[in-house]
């Protein structure tokens, strides 16, 4: 695969109370192909793996030490993605987010949250 691929980005609010809802986005410019191509366009459309298989098979999300979710992925998730979800703050402790892809290799993102107020 000669594409570049960026590490994740990670966004939170820099307005984070203890005990409150908190937004976290990130962004992770992964391509993602299914492996499938037309095999012969001139006849009837045939379909093989003409090209590798690549996507995003594992996303983990720490927040501190704790693992607090885990998502499964396919070979349909969209090129570039972008998560986004919600945390309760009740510590000041970094969110880490790991991404594993169908090869086993890992990208992580992490900010440390502080409490503003």
Known sequence: MAEKIRPPRLRISRRIKKNKVFKVKVKFDHPSFTGLAIADDTSDPVFNRAIPVTFIRNMLVYY??????????????????????????????????????????????????????
């Open 64 to 117: 501190g030490d704790e693992l607090v979710s885990r998502l499964r992925l396919s070979s349909g998730i969209a090129d570039e993605p972008l998560f986004t979800f919600k945390l309760k703050a009740i510590k000041e402790a970094p969110i880490k987010v790991v991404f594993i892809d169908n090869f086993g290799k890992r990208w992580e993102a992490s900010k440390k949250i502080k409490f503003k107020g």
